[in-house]
């Protein structure tokens, strides 16, 4: 936002309704032992991307990110594998798998969406240019750099409307490329290990439960014995 002022504009506001619950789910993680972050003015895909980073860096980790954002796909690594929520199940990506999907490897994915327009980030893009289009491009060029180097040269053998959209549009690619690209900074103080699932307190959880009407909850977690 302090980069570009129509990020994420045209976003539907937050619903009240939806507001209103986090205080509870945030009563009901602590409850559960499990630890949760927030930091202004970061955005939940830079905390996700720092602790990614932070597995990446020590061989003692394997990490599964689980997500229905495509954003998180740059993340992928050795050691990061990212769990693709769709409608109906999941799709699974380490490196190889993305790679034979794709043709590209994961962090291309921040090329890929600084020649395409996402929608849902108001993230410019290329205009004229869409998502298949952009692939291919990232295909044959490896990444944005190395497009506008063969561009400059006179080498990128592109044409018409296309050749037009991408020459006219340079900084708009690389602004898009910027905005993409997760921060993998975040000045996070908590360690990996102070992120583990400690023990219930099953009593608070209980007392949570009942009063949210949770039946399903209280029977699927066995708390019916703990009073």
């Known amino acids: 936002k302090q980069k570009y002022d129509f990020y994420k504009e045209g976003r539907h506001a937050t619903p009240d309704e939806l507001k209103s619950q986090m205080p509870i789910a945030r009563d009901i993680l602590k409850a559960m032992g499990i630890k949760y972050l927030e930091l202004e003015p970061y955005e939940a895909d830079d ?111 592109l044409k018409g409307k296309q050749k037009e959209n991408i020459e006219n549009n340079r900084e708009l690619a690389f602004l898009s490329k910027t905005l993409g690209t997760i921060n993998l900074e975040v000045p996070i103080q908590d360690t990996l290990e102070d992120f583990k699932v400690e023990e219930w307190d099953k009593q608070k959880v209980l007392e949570i439960f009942k009063e949210l009407n949770f039946k399903r909850y209280i029977e699927r977690f066995n708390l019916l014995d703990v009073e």
């Open 47 to 157: 905390i996700i991307g720092t602790l990614a980073k932070m597995a990446d860096m020590d061989p003692e980790y394997d990490a599964t990110i689980v997500s229905s954002d495509r954003d998180l796909l740059q993340l992928i690594s050795p050691v990061v594998d990212v769990k693709l929520l769709k409608q109906s199940g999941y799709i699974k990506y380490n490196p190889e798998s993305f790679k034979e999907e794709w043709g590209i490897e994961p962090i291309k994915i921040i090329d890929l969406k600084a020649l395409a327009d996402d929608a849902s980030d108001n993230i410019p893009g290329v205009p004229g240019i869409g998502e298949k289009t952009a692939l291919a491009l990232i295909q044959k060029f490896g990444s944005i750099e190395n497009l506008y180097e063969k561009v400059d040269k006179g080498e990128a053998e």
